[in-house]
């Protein structure tokens, strides 16, 4: 009897064992992939139920938690509302969170890897779980300016710090209150995101850098200076054929110049007076001269068509397609056909020839301080690239300043202060209201910021708006509460 | 008596009548012994449990909820009471089995008291207080047991009438007007307020028949029959016991629809069978029995068919989503990976979200907040106590009582098994109770009364001053 006995105390054994690496398997080895499972709500509670870190700007509180008597300790709340949603995003119940909220969950929740010991030491002394505190590089004088300045037009803006990259200000308008959204009552969270999504202004998109991307108009002709000086083969004196009216070949399209004349007197006009006066007809012809290749290289260099752009949100990327026709790259070349941008990727053009051709990496971030204040991340500037040399930056921001200075880009104009600039009023459809732009820096000695400006829907006035007349004054004002700091 | 104790003694007072003086001082001093231990372990015990009951206070509310812990002094006090009684009547029982009982039943009680927080249950609806209740009265029958079963060998007598008893609970839950549908199978029995698993009782009654009868029948069981390939194969005769368990596991599985109980009752039979027989040609006849009426059945009965399904495509959305699908079991899952390692903490996780946390998925809701740092402490109190079990099959004297500790330990240690082999996969889950942890009454009352019968068997085994237990120490 005692040999069987032995014998199933070896089963027994074995069946303890068995438990024990099924144990093992679920809550050691498959730990991760588990809660990472959409249907395991758990996660969804516990980061409901952490008292999540506060987000700033400067020392403006835009998203913190508060307690609150129902089944989820806190409650999100966002003092700013719709001033900061497109940094801010919202934190919510019932699906994916978006902007900061979403990209720096980790981080907030007080789940980073950075924060095991205080998530340890959490549990040791009881004490509830805490996120980490997120300190924005938005300067909350600098984004209230923009948001003032952008009024009630549809449209967005991005001020960045050319030597930093650090964004100073991101407007979004429409925009939306995040705190409908944070609700802890699902059905009307519900209600209001669908009344949201159904909004045919898209006030949940973030236009600074994501969205329907829009054609970049004349602003694109940074990018082709940038290109055509880089080349070596042309200097701001180069000339370009400068007809009145152009067909574009292989087609029956004429093309024309915004004033529908000539670019100043002559049969050829220089480089400097095409962006100037912005002409389209020499920057189609730059264009063909230049070729796809090279055009599309400075383009890339700038930061075109990089899907990894994060700040942290993931940007949309901005493109400059391949044409199918010599026509098409001629329209493109001016910032026509199927070039499509964000608002985000027009400021980093200005920022890189702002900060001598270096052009840093954007970003909102600055710093993740845990709860004892301790720093668990300082982010350090980080070069993006150098999309042009800094002679070019050089040649390019003397271009600037002359576009603002005695050009088509007066819009940005501030008495005292050499501001560089580039307008742009980009057509859409026949009858479609155009999409205005401006975009610049300053001051051009010693560039504290580059902005970029977009109006969408032609700023209300269908096709009578103008990118310096209308978003000019814009970039003006937010310069100015920079330099006003 | 063999030299050791002879030395022990020593001396020249005992010369003479030294056996008898032997026999006497071991019987005073080493009861005194076991049951100082039993008492340091079961304040061990009380104080695990009253320090778990607190954390789930302070975790979850953030202070100590003094009604309950001054409920909690019933079954306190009952098993103080219960180690005094042990003093008298079997003061040289298990010193390991009555703590290792007190702990789960505390575990148990401070994890359902938690539920019972986060789900807003309070004063008779708490299954908490009912749990503790539950807990008096399970511990107060063992003291009446240890009391009234003072020679063990008289259950021997009873074996058929423990069949027949155990038969008819086993079928009390499709009787019609008692019988009541729970959420996995038909195992609950209700009169009037009261609702009871019965299946619970039969497996101690079912253990005392198996052994009863194993004892008296193993001969013609093991001795006669053909070899084929060096087994011994049974006459064809012998084979009703297997076949009757059998019908009667597969009936189980028909009718209740519960393949846990089955699998329960068919592995206690089984294993029981062997030990009495020594024979591996029993095992291999059952399991090839049990596998082919479960697969039959598993083609046939759409519910046992499902429930394979849940366990080998529980993460599947269309199995997960459906009536009756792998929600909960993957819930459980889910709970079970939060709780990681360390776990979330008493009181600070969300066992809740799991259905029938209280019950079924005990095991769950402390692997959440006790981590697998605290599975692994439970499954090695199990094991303990299971081995304790063993070690009076191993040292008694009579077979009957041998067999009926082995049994009694084992169907424990299955049931373990089967439960969270359940919940975590190994197995297909089935609804079966946690021993001592889970919450109902019927379940914390038969298996105290295990406690009781361990008690008995293991102070029989070791009350007779046998050559044999003494000399084989030696």
């Not at chain 1, 962006?275 to 055009?295: E, K």
């Not at chain 2, 059952?286 to 394979?308: E, H, I, K, M, S």
Request: aromatic share 8%; charged share 15%.
């Amino acid at each position: 009897m005692n040999k069987e006995l032995r014998r199933v105390s070896v089963l027994i054994l074995a069946m303890f064992l068995a438990l024990c690496t099924s144990t093992t398997v679920i809550q050691v080895v498959q730990q991760e992939s588990l809660q990472a499972d959409s249907r395991n709500v758990r996660t969804l509670y516990a980061s409901f139920s952490v008292e999540r870190g506060q987000i700033l700007a400067g020392d403006t509180v835009i998203a913190q938690s508060v307690a609150s008597s129902d089944q989820y300790k806190y409650q999100r709340v966002y003092p700013q509302g719709e001033l900061y949603a497109p940094v801010t995003g919202y934190f919510t119940l019932n699906g994916e969170n978006t902007g900061l909220e979403g990209a720096l969950n980790d981080y907030l929740s007080g789940r980073a890897n950075e924060q095991f010991l205080d998530r340890l030491n959490a549990i040791l002394t009881g004490q509830n779980p805490r996120g980490a505190t997120v300190q924005t590089t938005i300067d909350p004088v600098v984004q209230q300016a923009a948001w003032d300045a952008l009024g009630d037009l549809q449209g967005a803006i991005v001020a960045i710090e050319p030597s930093t990259g650090r964004i100073l200000a991101m407007v979004s308008k429409p925009s939306f209150d995040p705190n409908l959204l944070a609700g802890h009552v699902q059905s009307d969270v519900l209600a209001n995101y669908d009344q949201l999504l159904t909004d045919p202004t898209e006030p949940l998109v973030n236009r600074t850098i994501a969205g329907d991307l829009n054609p970049p108009g004349s602003t694109f002709k940074l990018v082709m200076s940038s290109a055509a000086l880089s080349s070596g083969d042309y200097t701001p004196d180069s000339q370009l054929p400068n007809p009145p009216s152009f067909v574009l070949p292989g087609t029956s399209t004429t093309i024309t110049n915004s004033g529908g004349s000539a670019c100043g007197g002559g049969e050829t006009t220089s480089i400097a007076t095409a962006l100037r006066l912005s002409c389209n007809i020499p920057f189609a012809n730059l264009g063909s001269q230049l070729g796809y290749d090279t055009i599309h290289d400075q383009a890339v260099a700038y930061g075109f068509e990089d899907p990894d752009i994060q700040v942290p949100m993931a940007v949309t990327p901005s493109v400059f397609p391949e044409p199918e026709s010599e026509a098409q790259l001629m329209l493109q070349s001016f910032g026509q056909g199927n070039d499509r941008v964000t608002p985000l990727q027009v400021a980093m053009v200005s920022a890189a020839i702002a900060n001598g051709g270096e052009l840093m990496s954007p970003t909102l971030l600055q710093r993740v301080t845990a709860p004892d204040l301790s720093v668990l991340q300082d982010f350090a500037p980080t070069v993006y690239g150098h999309p042009i040399s800094a002679e070019v930056a050089a040649t390019m921001t003397q271009l600037m300043v002359a576009n603002v200075a005695s050009g088509v880009a007066s819009g940005a104009r501030i008495d005292g202060v050499d501001v560089a600039g580039k307008s742009g009023t980009a057509q859409n459809g026949k009858d479609d209201p155009y999409t205005l732009w401006y975009t610049g820096f300053a001051p051009a000695d010693d560039p504290q910021v580059a902005v970029a400006v977009l109006l969408e829907d032609g700023a209300g006035l269908g096709q009578h708006g103008s990118g310096n007349g209308n978003a000019g004054p814009i970039a003006k004002k937010v310069i100015e509460a920079v330099l006003n700091r | 008596m063999s030299a050791p104790q002879t030395s022990a003694i020593g001396g020249p007072a005992t010369q003479g009548s030294a056996p008898i003086t032997t026999t006497i001082r071991i019987r005073l001093r080493t009861p005194a012994r076991l049951r100082n231990l039993e008492l340091l372990l079961l304040l061990v015990a009380l104080a695990t449990s009253a320090a778990a009951l607190a954390l789930v206070d302070l975790g979850a509310v953030g202070e100590i909820d003094a009604a309950m812990f001054a409920l909690c002094g019933i079954p306190v006090v009952l098993v103080l009471v219960l180690h005094l009684v042990e003093r008298v009547v079997a003061p040289e029982g298990d010193p390991f089995v009555v703590p290792i009982a007190t702990v789960l039943t505390g575990l148990g009680v401070a994890m359902i008291h938690r539920l019972d927080i986060a789900e807003g249950h309070d004063g008779w609806a708490a299954y908490g207080v009912r749990q503790v209740v539950w807990a008096a009265i399970a511990i107060a029958i063992a003291i009446a047991g240890l009391l009234l079963v003072r020679n063990h060998r008289v259950l021997q007598r009873y074996r058929y009438i423990a069949m027949f008893l155990g038969v008819v609970l086993l079928l009390l839950p499709v009787i019609p007007v008692i019988g009541e549908t729970g959420a996995n199978a038909d195992v609950w029995v209700r009169i009037g307020v009261f609702s009871f698993q019965p299946g619970e009782f039969a497996k101690i009654l079912l253990a005392i028949f198996f052994a009863g009868y194993l004892v008296t029948a193993r001969d013609s069981l093991s001795m006669v029959g053909r070899t084929f390939l060096g087994l011994r194969l049974p006459r064809a005769r012998d084979l009703g016991p297997i076949l009757v368990v059998w019908v009667l596991s597969m009936g189980v599985i028909v009718i209740q629809r519960d393949l846990g109980t089955a699998l329960l009752y068919f592995g206690l039979f089984l294993v029981m069978l062997y030990v009495a027989t020594g024979r591996a040609s029993w095992i291999l006849i059952g399991l090839a029995l049990f596998a082919g009426g479960a697969w039959v059945a598993a083609r046939l009965l759409p519910y046992v068919a499902a429930r394979f399904e849940n366990w080998l495509d529980a993460f599947n959305p269309e199995v997960y989503d459906r009536d009756g699908g792998s929600y909960q079991l993957v819930q459980g899952i889910f709970g079970l990976a939060d709780g990681g390692l360390i776990g979330t903490g008493l009181g600070r996780g969300r066992p809740d979200l799991v259905p029938l946390a209280e019950s079924d998925y005990i095991i769950a809701s402390l692997g959440e907040e006790l981590g697998l740092i605290g599975v692994f402490a439970i499954l090695c109190l199990y094991l303990i106590f299971v081995a304790r079990g063993f070690r009076i099959g191993v040292a008694g004297q009579d077979d009957f009582g041998r067999l009926l500790a082995v049994g009694l330990s084992f169907v424990v240690g299955l049931q373990v098994f089967i439960v969270i082999g359940g919940v975590t996969r190994i197995i297909p889950l089935t609804g079966l109770t946690t021993p001592f942890l889970a919450a109902g009454g019927s379940s914390l009352v038969a298996n105290w009364l295990i406690v009781a019968l361990l008690l008995r068997l293991s102070d029989s085994v070791r009350q007779q001053p046998h050559a044999v237990v003494d000399g084989g120490g030696a």
